[in-house]
C-alpha cells in the first residue's frame, strides 16, 4: 500500500491517476481549493478501493500557508511514497499580453507558488530517503510560443526547477519526474473544437503517469508522440517560426 | 463540433456543454435559454442523444456512496456501466440488468430503462432504480422514485432524457459469488425450434440467441441460442483481454450479401453439437463486441442504423416469421440478429420491453433501406408492436404515437414540470414530441 498526496486533487489529470491508485488500495490525501469538489472526489476514490481518503484546503497562491499544509499531510500520511503535483491555470494569453499583473500573476501560480512546494516537499524527502516527487509541467515550457508564451514560461521555469532538483535529491534516493502532457480532454477544453486526433483521454494520461513513477524516468511526454513534436517545433528555425502562430 | 450516435447517421452540428458539478449544470442552465439535449457515452444509434445544444455527462462521473449490506449505490449519471463493473466485480456484486455493451451511462441506461439477456426474469434497468434526483433548472433538483413524485419517475425511466437532467441515481447492485458464467448453446435449425427452445429454457437468469438474417427456406429462424447463469465457482476476476480497436473506416461495397452470407453460415456451424456447454467470464457473455473498438466503424462510412422492435406474444410465431421472411427476402440482413423473449412490461410509460419477442439486426444506411424499413413498421404496427427508440433514427411520427399510446400521459407529466420545451431532442422533434 502507497502513501500518496495530491496536490490539486481536482484536477482532471491528477483524479484520473487517483483513480488508479485507488483501485491498487492506496491511502490518499488530496490537496485543493475547491473543498465542495474535493469532497465528493474522495468519496468517489473511497469507493473505488482507496483504504483511506483525506484532504483538505489548499491555495497555490497563499504561499506562506504551503509549510502548515504540507506537515499536516505528513502528520496524516506519514511517510509520502509519491507526491503528485498538478495545479495550475490554462492562463489566458491574450489577456497576459495586455496587463502586466496579469502575466505576472500566471507566473505566479504557475511557477512561483510549485517553486514554493517543491522546495518544502524536497527538504521532507531529502530527509525521507525515499519517494517520488512527479510534477506536471507541460511541453508549453519547451519553447516559447506565441499562442500561449506566458503559461509557457512558467511551466519552462517549473521544468528547469525540477531538472536541477532531480539531480540534487538522487544522491539521497529521491526521485524527480517532470511530467509534459499535450493536449487532454478537460472540463476546459471539451467545449474547444480542437483536432480529436491530438487530444489526450486524461485516463490514458493516467496510465502514463503511473506507469512512469513505476519505472523512475525522469521525463514524460504523454501521450508519447508529443516527444516528437517537440522535437521537430524546437528545431523551427527562427525565420520560419517567427511567421507561424503555433 | 459534429456529433452523431452510435450508428454515426445521422450527424449533426452541435455546441456541447460538459458541466463538472451539479452546481456547474444548474448554474448553465440558468444562463441558457433555449433547449437542451442531454447526452451519456453517446451510445444510442440514431438521434435520441442529437440537438444544436447538448448537455454531456462526461464529467458527472462520481460514485456518491455505496452500502456495502443492501449492495445500493448512489452515483452521478456519468458514471458507465463498465466502471461499476470494474469497482464491483471484484467485490462480488454485479449489474443487476446490463445492455449488449458495458460502455453506456447509468443516466443513459435509464433513459432508455435498458434491457439484457435477463428481461425476462429481471425486467428492466429501471426496474432496480430506488430513486433518482433530477435536475429541472437553474433552481429545481428533485428526487424521484416509486414512491415520490412517481410520475416523473415513470416518465424519466425509458424517457429518452426529455423530462430533464439526470443528475444522479440509486441502483441495486446484485451479489455473485464468480466473475463467470456457465453458458449452454442449443443449435436450433428454424424459427419455431428457436421460440420453443426459449420456452423451455425459460428458468435460465439470461438467454439470447443469435439469429441468422439471410437464410430462407426450411432455415428460416435458424439460431444459436445461449443460457447463462452465475457460476458458483472461478474467481471475481476482471477480464485480462486488450481490446483491439477498428481504425478505419471498412468500406461499405465489402459487407454485401456474399460476406454476409459467408459469415452467418460459419458462425452457425461454428457450434458442431447441438448443446455445447462453457465456463466463461462475463465479459465474452455479455458484451462480445466490446472486445472490438469502435465496430461501429464496420458499416462504412455512411453510417447504420439498428432496428430493434418487439410484436406481442399473442401474435407470435407467425408474426415473427413473416417479418422475418421480408427482412431475408431484401437481402439487407446483418451479420448477426440478436432474438430474445420479453417477460411482463413495467409501468414505465415510454419503456421499449413487453410480452413478446423482439429482434434486433444492424442495417448499413443505403437510398434503399428506408423502404423497407417503414414495410417493416407497417407490419409491426400491424401485429401491434413497437420499434425501440434507443436504436431509431427514422421512425415517424405516426408509428411512434400509435405504437406508444402512453405518449400523451408523457406530454402531460413534461406539461406538469414544466420540461417539454426546455429537454429535446432531434429524435422529439421527428416523433411530434415538442
Known amino acids: 500500500m502507497q502513501n500518496i498526496l495530491i496536490i490539486g486533487a481536482t484536477s482532471t489529470i491528477a483524479e484520473a491517476t487517483a483513480r488508479l491508485y485507488a483501485k491498487q488500495g492506496a491511502k490518499l490525501h488530496l490537496l485543493a481549493r475547491n473543498l465542495s469538489k474535493l469532497e465528493r472526489i474522495a468519496a468517489d476514490l473511497k469507493i473505488r478501493g482507496a483504504s483511506s481518503v483525506t484532504f483538505s484546503g489548499f491555495e497555490g497562491n497563499k504561499i506562506e500557508k504551503h509549510r502548515e499544509v504540507i506537515e499536516n499531510a505528513i502528520n496524516i500520511l506519514g511517510t509520502m511514497d509519491i507526491v503528485l503535483i498538478a495545479y495550475g491555470t490554462l492562463g489566458n494569453q491574450k489577456a497576459s499580453e495586455a496587463s502586466a499583473e496579469i502575466a505576472i500573476q500566471e507566473f505566479q501560480t504557475n511557477a512561483l507558488s510549485i517553486i514554493s512546494v517543491l522546495t518544502i516537499l524536497a527538504n521532507v524527502m531529502e530527509k525521507q530517503k525515499k519517494g517520488i516527487l512527479a510534477v506536471i509541467s507541460s511541453v508549453a515550457g519547451d519553447r516559447g510560443r506565441p499562442s500561449n508564451y506566458v503559461y509557457g514560461t512558467a511551466k519552462a521555469a517549473v521544468t528547469a526547477f525540477c531538472q536541477g532538483l532531480s539531480a540534487r535529491l538522487y544522491k539521497s534516493g529521491v526521485h524527480v519526474l517532470i511530467i509534459k502532457p499535450g493536449m487532454v480532454d478537460t472540463p476546459m477544453t471539451t467545449e474547444m473544437a480542437m483536432p480529436a486526433i491530438l487530444v489526450a483521454k486524461p485516463e490514458q494520461v493516467a496510465i502514463d503517469i503511473i506507469k512512469a513513477i513505476e519505472k523512475r524516468n525522469d521525463v514524460l511526454y504523454t501521450p508519447w508522440f508529443w516527444k516528437y513534436v517537440m522535437i521537430g517545433i524546437i528545431h523551427l528555425p527562427n525565420s520560419f517560426f517567427n511567421k507561424t502562430n503555433l | ?434
Open chain 2, 1 to 434: 463540433m459534429k456529433m452523431h450516435g452510435w450508428g454515426r447517421y445521422p450527424i449533426v452540428d452541435a455546441e456541447v456543454f460538459t458541466p463538472t458539478s451539479s452546481t456547474d449544470l444548474q448554474r448553465r442552465l440558468s444562463l441558457h435559454s433555449g433547449s437542451i439535449t442531454p447526452r451519456g457515452l453517446g451510445r444510442s444509434y440514431g438521434d435520441s442523444s442529437l440537438g444544436d445544444k447538448m448537455l454531456s455527462t462526461r464529467w458527472l462521473n462520481h460514485m456518491l456512496t455505496f452500502d456495502q449490506s443492501t449492495g445500493i449505490l448512489h452515483c452521478e449519471s456519468g458514471v458507465s456501466l463498465s466502471e461499476i463493473l470494474e469497482v464491483f466485480v471484484p467485490k462480488g456484486w454485479f449489474l443487476p440488468v446490463t445492455p449488449g455493451t458495458q460502455f453506456v451511462t447509468v443516466g443513459g441506461a435509464i433513459a432508455s430503462d435498458v434491457h439484457g439477456k435477463n428481461h425476462h426474469v429481471a425486467g428492466c434497468f429501471c426496474d432496480h432504480v430506488k430513486y433518482i434526483d433530477m435536475i429541472l433548472d437553474g433552481e429545481r433538483m428533485i428526487r424521484c422514485s416509486q414512491k415520490e413524485n412517481s410520475d416523473l419517475f415513470h416518465a424519466t425511466c425509458g424517457g429518452m432524457g426529455l423530462t430533464g437532467i439526470i443528475y444522479s441515481a440509486a441502483i441495486c447492485l446484485k451479489p455473485i459469488k464468480s466473475a463467470f458464467i456457465d453458458q449452454t448453446t442449443f443449435k436450433a435449425s428454424n424459427l419455431k425450434e428457436s421460440l420453443d427452445l426459449f420456452a423451455i429454457h425459460e428458468d435460465h437468469p439470461y438467454s439470447v440467441a443469435w439469429i441468422d438474417c439471410i437464410t430462407g427456406g426450411n432455415s428460416l429462424g435458424r439460431s444459436l441460442l445461449m443460457t447463462g447463469d452465475h457460476a458458483e465457482n472461478g474467481e471475481l476476476t476482471l477480464n485480462r483481454k486488450r481490446r483491439v480497436g477498428l481504425p478505419v473506416d471498412i468500406p461499405s461495397a465489402l459487407l454485401n450479401r456474399y460476406s454476409i452470407t459467408a459469415f452467418n453460415t460459419l458462425y452457425y456451424h461454428r457450434i458442431r453439437g447441438q448443446v455445447v456447454n462453457h465456463h466463461i467470464h462475463y465479459e465474452p457473455f455479455f458484451y462480445p463486441l466490446d472486445s472490438i473498438g469502435d465496430w461501429n466503424r464496420m458499416y462504412g462510412k455512411n453510417g447504420f442504423t439498428q432496428y430493434q422492435f418487439v410484436v406481442p406474444k399473442e401474435a407470435g410465431y407467425q408474426a415473427m416469421s413473416t417479418i422475418l421472411k421480408t427482412i431475408v427476402d431484401s437481402g439487407k440482413g446483418s451479420f448477426l440478429a440478436v432474438l430474445k423473449v420479453f417477460g411482463k412490461r413495467n409501468q414505465n410509460l415510454l419503456s421499449f420491453p413487453m410480452d413478446g419477442y423482439t429482434l434486433a439486426l444492424d442495417f448499413k444506411i443505403e437510398q434503399d433501406l428506408f423502404p423497407l424499413l417503414d414495410k417493416l413498421d407497417t407490419m409491426v404496427l400491424h401485429y401491434g408492436g413497437k420499434i425501440y427508440l434507443t436504436k431509431d433514427a427514422r421512425v415517424s411520427e405516426d408509428t411512434f404515437k400509435q405504437s406508444y399510446p402512453n405518449w400523451e400521459q408523457f406530454q402531460s407529466v413534461r406539461d406538469y414540470y414544466e420540461v417539454k420545451d426546455r429537454f429535446t431532442s432531434l429524435q422529439s422533434k421527428r416523433l411530434g414530441l415538442n
